[in-house]
């Protein structure tokens, strides 16, 4: 289907089914969604509300709450090992160390009541046995890294008391403290105005850059794929519509929903 | 009743938020949100607001709306100065303007019937049960909802379906112009177009006026007839619509619209010029231009005066920046 160069991927989803158990009986919620994450590539994965993006992404790690989850089947093979067989201890090994993840709202995922810096330390105390003072100076080394200016001031600053902008680039910096292997990011740049989202942007493209690592974008926003992406999910009501590299996509949709979404952000109001 | 060309004129119009602090509340400092605005809401138009958050644009319309009061400066309504309009003069006000919000699901009652909210809006003006019905009837049609619509719920519908409830409310009572503040935002994209298409034909069949409050430049730029660029509290461009892609002259504008993600792939090598920094702080506003600090065109001149927004002679195009003048 793609990729010339057939390298092992670092993440390959065969066959994910989600079903749901809601009150009026099961719902289907993915239906046999494959993909697979090469080293050091992008993938985005576009839909609309509903079409089971964030599910997708959530289901790597098995992070869906139960309720509403029914069943999961089909595999997640992480460098080889299936995820949907990990037992909870095994997963806590592998969430946000080896596998990271950043959501849309930092306001909701960072904790008002603990600063910046307490969060830092927290993350990388918990998958690392360093001293306070090690991980503080590590915490110190990643705002830098993430464009955060004078970072030692930030580390004692609350969540509310920076901007929308910060906020993301410290959860990006959580996200990257225990130099995970992927990130997933949850529609990272949608609450951010245009011109601080091109500058969110810059620094994923630094980070896979830098970091060499393996991004998987969920967005409903095709022009931020087309920024950064290079294979890209298309889903609509939990399937697969189209998957192929950004190129392909971008100049020769095959399915008419694809080529419906592509419409709309090229050609404005229709 | 004779109308004037423009629905709503702005003069010198200032907002500034005390800061109360210590012991005895007293006022420490000030949230200059807006700092002088020249604007007119020309009658039959759209008129398009964009700027990045805290720059603004929401506390502009709570001002054109009685919900706040402004700091200094004339408002005009129909060539009447707001702050004049006051008793039964202000219920008519109430009913000639009308505005709608970013997130319909927390501007509709979860508790009443679409019937009753949008039948609501007649019903304080003494019309009779049939003709409130009839016209809640005939505004649900024209918003393109069914007409067993009215005995259900707003949680019983879709996102683009409560918009469009909102929009009925707005619209039943006949208003001359409609606020819109991101009215689309919350929406996907194929909703979004649909959403617009719709208050475009609405616009024709009502007269009306709209002022589209948006941060999304394209959206602003295929939907509207003219363009309001704000920043901190000061509109530093204002052109045609059709002009905003192509002919903006502003560096702030210019940096907004290459922001704009890409629908190309291919053109991702080009370089873009992404502007450094966030907004300033309104407390403590940078004097001079506004902009001075991010613009990449600044010069001695920009960090002490501040520029005023002039026509350019024979354009159709206002602009407040010292390097095009």
């Known amino acids: 289907m793609m990729h010339s160069q057939e390298t092992k991927p670092i993440l390959e989803v065969n066959d994910l089914c989600v079903v749901f158990k809601t009150e009026a009986g099961r719902a289907t919620i993915l239906d046999k969604v494959s993909f697979k994450l090469q080293k050091n590539k992008t993938l985005g994965i576009v839909g609309e509300s509903g079409s089971g993006k964030t599910i997708t992404a959530l289901s790597v790690l098995n992070l869906i709450p139960s309720p509403p989850l029914d069943s999961m089947s089909g595999e997640i093979r992480f460098q080889g090992e299936n995820l949907l067989t990990f037992t909870k201890s095994q997963l806590r090994k592998v969430r946000g160390n080896r596998i990271a993840y950043i959501f849309q709202e930092p306001m909701t995922a960072l904790n008002p009541v603990l600063t910046i810096g307490d969060q830092i330390v927290e993350m990388i105390r918990a998958h690392n046995s360093i001293s306070k003072k090690e991980a503080r100076d590590k915490a110190v080394h990643l705002l830098t890294e993430v464009g955060i200016t004078s970072p030692i001031q930030r580390l004692k600053n609350y969540p509310h008391e920076i901007s929308g902008g910060m906020r993301q680039r410290a959860m990006i910096a959580i996200a990257l403290s225990c130099d995970p292997d992927i990130l997933i990011a949850d529609e990272p740049t949608t609450a951010l105005d245009v011109t601080i989202q091109a500058q969110v942007l810059d620094l994923f493209k630094y980070l896979i850059e830098s970091r060499g690592m393996s991004i998987i974008f969920v967005t409903h926003d095709l022009g931020v794929i087309a920024e950064i992406a290079d294979d890209i999910l298309v889903l609509q009501a939990g399937k697969t519509i189209e998957y192929d590299s950004i190129d392909k996509v971008f100049h020769d949709p095959q399915h008419p929903y694809t080529q419906k979404l592509l419409s709309l952000i090229k050609g404005g109001v229709a | ?325």
């Open chain 2, 1 to 325: 009743m004779s109308h004037p060309l423009e629905i709503f004129t702005l003069k010198e119009v200032v907002k500034h938020y005390p800061i109360l602090g210590g012991i005895f509340k007293r006022k420490v400092g000030q949230v200059r949100v807006i700092n002088g605005i020249n604007f007119a809401i020309a009658r039959g138009e759209i008129t398009g607001l964009v700027g990045e958050s805290g720059c603004g644009k929401s506390t502009l319309a709570k001002l054109l709306i009685k919900l706040e009061e402004s700091t200094s400066g004339t408002i005009l309504f129909n060539d009447r100065p707001l702050d004049l309009i006051k008793g039964a003069e202000k219920k008519q006000f109430y009913r000639h303007v009308q505005m709608i919000f970013q997130d319909p699901l927390s501007s509709l009652n979860p508790r009443m019937k679409v019937k009753d909210i949008v039948g609501e809006m007649v019903r304080i003006q003494g019309v009779g049960k049939e003709v409130e019905k009839e016209k809640v009837l005939r505004i649900l049609q024209e918003v393109e909802l069914d007409v067993d619509a009215i005995n259900r719920y707003p949680h019983e519908f879709s996102g683009g379906q409560r918009q469009r409830i909102a929009i009925a409310r707005a619209l039943i009572v006949e208003p001359q112009l409609l606020i819109a503040d991101e009215p689309v935002s919350a929406l996907d994209l194929s909703l979004q177009a649909k959403t617009l298409t719709l208050l475009q034909s609405l616009k024709k069949r009502y007269n009306l006026t709209i002022l589209l409050i948006s941060h999304d430049l394209k959206k602003v730029a295929d939907f509207c007839d003219s363009v309001a660029v704000m920043y901190l509290g000061r509109i530093v461009e204002m052109l045609p619509a059709d002009k905003l892609l192509s002919q903006c002259r502003h560096p702030y504008t210019k940096a907004l619209i290459s922001s704009i993600p890409i629908t190309d792939p291919s053109q991702r090598k080009k370089k873009k010029a992404v502007i450094r920094g966030e907004v300033p702080s309104p407390i403590d506003l940078p004097p001079g231009c506004a902009f001075h600090q991010r613009c990449p065109k600044r010069f001695e001149k920009c960090d002490l005066v501040v520029p005023e927004l002039k026509t350019t002679p024979g354009e159709d195009h206002q602009l407040a920046c010292f390097l095009q003048q």
